[in-house]
């Protein structure tokens, strides 16, 4: 594509598969980057949920990419439109690079609604239908740095036709055709990235289609559509996953939706995916939970005492309630809490004045014990929210943090094993 | 300006041995310097020194009902220029309990807050929540609305549950009447609370380092509420509030019973205005010569989407919004109006909680904002003109001011223009 500056650096390419790097260029004057495997900022309308600025910045480094999404946008069109200079100053944002998909990807979007000529979405105000038109007039809105392409993912019930999914993989590819054909034209889209969308449903040769299809248009990226958690089941993902990134170009990022357990990012970091959704602290935040697992794999003693180094006692507090299958289970249920987490709403924390996780540096962690948090979510105050997500968000991100480092020091198996703590990796 | 008057200097050494007159020899905890009294009117600045910080005077206090002010966090608070926050004994004495909140070092601890803490007795809380309650000279008796148990709130609970707690201030239980009744309803429970107040000082383990407040009764007559002064007064407790209003009497009685009040309080202590928070409500009661108040108005209504603004409040979710790209006030140096539209608010309420904490922290900045600027013109000699150019800005005109308000403030020789 003309004009496109986003460039993707590896600095190493382990097994032929995952990969370290940098992703480059990225913002209106490209003077971003991000690092990768990465994990974009979640957020409703461009705020991370429950959290003000004020909040948000207690994160330290901030990540440097904002997801944005249309379910949220699109009842805004004509506020966006009046206010005419993008969403990153309508909604207040700070010096961050704007990235907009079509779909929440912590909200599941019901099915039925997609025809040949349009997609739609769930804002506050019911649905949305979006042709290419109407999805382009709202990101000439936006001004996003980098969007998604218009696309049909309607395929992640395991009932979906093989008919269905061929269908979905043409009119996302037609929906990209016409979708790049305005964004070419367009002179307020102009350095602003499209990603292609990889559909295909759980058919290994729909999604090579539509991979190789994808991979000869113009875009900076791939999305990997109708792989989410809940929908197929993680060995299923992975082999589709693999399929698929061996058509694609090695020097373009791939981002994976949908995807947010950390057992899951490993996995599909080891078939070579760069991008998460940063949606699953959101979700843990919102049953009452803080992210504990261990991702410490720091070999220095002195570093291992300061870096997050997790949960005090896993064996003790084993949260899930017994050592809960991954991946196969719970397709339909993203509410159900895993075992990297602990439920604070526990009677055996209310007197438990110990920080979320020891040594963890977020201001949760080094302002408010687990009792406090507990009180707070017994009797249902704001504030759980807003200290949760602090908590989760740093966590999470640091997590991120440990995955470059032991990819950087050929320590992914070891890094695997620590996030699993201690029980071995399922193998379906 | 006035000569700068210190009281509550320590006696904590003579009370040791002074069991039995403790009940009129309550050390205190505190220091009120008066910067400055209005020639004008009875209002004054003074900075009330607390064990954990000084607070200037007069002084707004948000409300943290549960070891927490809704959704914003100690730093925010702290930032906003906060110095002191209530803490409701009630809830606070069921969940988590006190003998948690103790194991935590006090409220304080337990939610992390530097600065200083008021609680309540609780007595307040039972008889507007609870349905069944029963008071006799006793306690307040009610039922817990968590298992059911009967429970009784004594004086002597109260204070040991807000010794738990470590408050810096500390609320007496008193007999609250609904400020609408009438008849000896009334009488008896101004009596009783100054028995109960004396139950109080006798029962406070921590006179050194957490002061007891009175409060005074008797209801809309004057003649109780003379009585429940000169009683009271005598007791030597560090400061007194002014209870029993704000329940949805007539403003023109309520006025005149705070003024009556402040008359007959001691000019050396701090006085407090009980559950008053509107912005009209507090330069008025602060021209009568009040120095403290407390109300969950500002952030109640904040979860709402009602934003308070110099001229009175903006219903950010109202649709004339939805394209408003100026942020709530202009003049507003909060951080929700140096970054966000009313646009934008308006839209993020569709999206997200963080939208309340938004107008939350927008509304205790207001709040705190108009006590700073009535506190800096008391200081600089010119509050009778503040309050002109206060009353002009809130009301669209002459004719719209709230007649009890000129006639409160006529009382204190500012004829409103």
């Known amino acids: ?428 | 300006m006035a000569a700068t008057i210190e009281c509550g200097t320590d006696t904590n050494t003579l009370v040791s041995n002074m069991s039995v007159k403790k009940a009129v020899e309550a050390t205190s905890a505190l220091t009120l310097r008066i910067l400055a009294e209005c020639p004008v009117t009875k209002a004054r600045a003074c900075d009330l020194i607390l064990p954990h910080s000084s607070v200037s005077t007069p002084v707004f206090m948000p409300v943290g009902t549960q070891g927490t002010l809704k959704g914003i966090t100690v730093d925010q608070l702290e930032g906003l220029g906060c110095h002191i926050c209530l803490g409701n004994t009630y809830h606070l004495g069921m969940r988590p309990g006190p003998d948690l909140i103790e194991k935590a070092n006090g409220l304080h601890g337990f939610m992390n807050w530097k600065r200083n803490l008021l609680t309540d007795s609780g007595g307040f809380q039972m008889v507007s929540l609870v349905e069944l309650s029963e008071v006799t000279e006793e306690g307040v008796k009610f039922r817990s609305p968590y298992d059911g148990k009967e429970i009784l709130l004594s004086p002597e609970k109260s204070i040991s549950i807000q010794n738990s707690l470590g408050s810096d201030i500390m609320m007496q239980l008193d007999d609250v009447v609904s400020s609408t009744v009438t008849g000896p309803r009334v009488e008896e429970a101004m009596h009783r609370s100054i028995r109960w107040l004396d139950r109080c000082i006798s029962a406070n383990k921590n006179p050194d380092k957490q002061n007891l407040f009175a409060i005074i009764q008797g209801g809309l007559n004057a003649d109780l509420r003379k009585a429940c002064l000169d009683e009271m007064t005598q007791r030597n407790v560090p400061g007194f509030a002014i209870g029993g209003l704000s329940g949805g009497e007539e403003k023109d009685d309520f006025w005149r019973m705070v003024t009556l009040s402040t008359d007959h309080l001691p000019r050396e202590k701090p006085r407090y205005l009980m559950g008053v928070g509107y912005a009209v409500d507090l330069v008025v009661c602060v021209a009568l010569g009040c120095d403290m108040f407390d109300c969950v108005f500002p952030t109640r209504t904040a979860r709402f989407g009602s934003a308070l603004v110099p001229w009175g409040s903006l219903q950010v979710k109202h649709k004339q919004y939805a394209k408003d790209f100026q942020p709530i006030d202009s003049d507003c140096q909060c951080p929700t109006c140096k970054r966000h539209s009313r646009a934008y608010l308006h839209a993020l309420f569709k999206s997200d909680t963080a939208a309340m904490h938004h107008i939350t922290i927008h509304n205790i900045s207001y709040q705190l904002t108009l006590m700073n600027s009535v506190r800096q013109s008391i200081v600089e000699g010119r509050f009778p003109q503040f309050i002109q150019t206060f009353m002009k800005r809130m009301f669209p005109s002459r004719d719209q001011y709230p007649s009890w308000a000129v006639d409160a403030l006529a009382s204190v020789n500012v004829t409103l223009e």
């Open chain 1, 1 to 428: 594509m003309s004009g496109s500056r986003m460039k993707l650096e590896l600095t190493r390419v382990v097994q032929g598969r995952s990969r370290l790097g940098v992703l480059k260029g990225l913002g209106k004057t490209g003077q971003h980057s991000l690092e990768v495997p990465g994990c974009l900022l979640y957020t409703h309308l461009g705020t991370v949920p429950h959290l003000t600025q004020d909040t948000l910045h207690t994160l330290s480094p901030l990540p440097c990419v904002t997801q944005v999404n249309l379910s949220n946008i699109a009842e805004h069109r004509d506020v966006l439109e009046e206010f005419k200079d993008g969403f990153r100053k309508f909604a207040g944002l700070h010096d961050t690079v704007l990235y907009c998909s079509l779909h929440d990807p912590a909200a599941p979007c019901p099915t039925g609604y997609t025809t040949n000529k349009t997609v739609s979405v769930w804002g506050s105000g019911g649905r949305i239908e979006l042709t290419v038109a109407k999805f382009m007039a709202l990101q000439k809105t936006v001004q996003a740095d980098w969007y998604q392409s218009m696309a049909d993912g309607e395929t992640w019930q395991n009932t979906t036709s093989r008919k269905r999914v061929r269908k979905s993989v043409d009119r996302t590819l037609a929906h990209l055709d016409e979708c790049l054909l305005v964004h070419q034209s367009s002179q307020e889209l102009k350095g602003v990235e499209v990603f292609g969308v990889v559909e295909g449903g759980d058919i290994l040769e729909e999604r090579i289609r539509s991979a190789r299809e994808t991979a000869k248009r113009p875009v900076a990226g791939f999305c990997l559509d109708g792989l989410q958690t809940g929908s197929v089941d993680q060995a299923l993902r992975i082999q589709l996953t693999s399929a698929v990134i061996k058509e694609l170009p090695e020097y373009k990022p791939r981002l994976m939706q949908g995807v947010g357990r950390p057992d899951e990012v490993l996995d599909c970091v080891d078939a070579g995916v760069d991008l998460f959704e940063g949606f699953f602290p959101f979700q843990v935040t919102e049953r009452g939970c803080a992210l504990s697992f261990n991702f410490d794999i720091s070999p220095d003693p002195e570093r291992a005492g300061r870096a997050p180094p997790a949960v005090l006692d896993l064996n003790e507090e084993d949260p899930a309630g017994g050592t809960q299958e991954n991946g196969d289970v719970n397709l339909e249920d993203q509410t159900q809490m895993t075992h990297f987490e602990i439920n604070l709403k526990d009677t055996r924390y209310q007197d438990d004045f110990r920080p979320l996780v020891n040594g963890c540096g977020c201001y949760c962690c080094r302002n408010h014990k687990r009792a406090y948090l507990h009180h707070l979510l017994v009797t249902n105050e704001l504030l759980a929210g807003v200290l949760l997500m602090i908590h989760n968000t740093a966590h999470y991100h640091s997590f991120f943090g440990a995955l470059r480092e032991a990819l950087a020091n050929d320590k992914l198996d070891l890094l695997t094993r620590r996030v699993l703590g201690g029980r071995s990796k399922q193998k379906e």
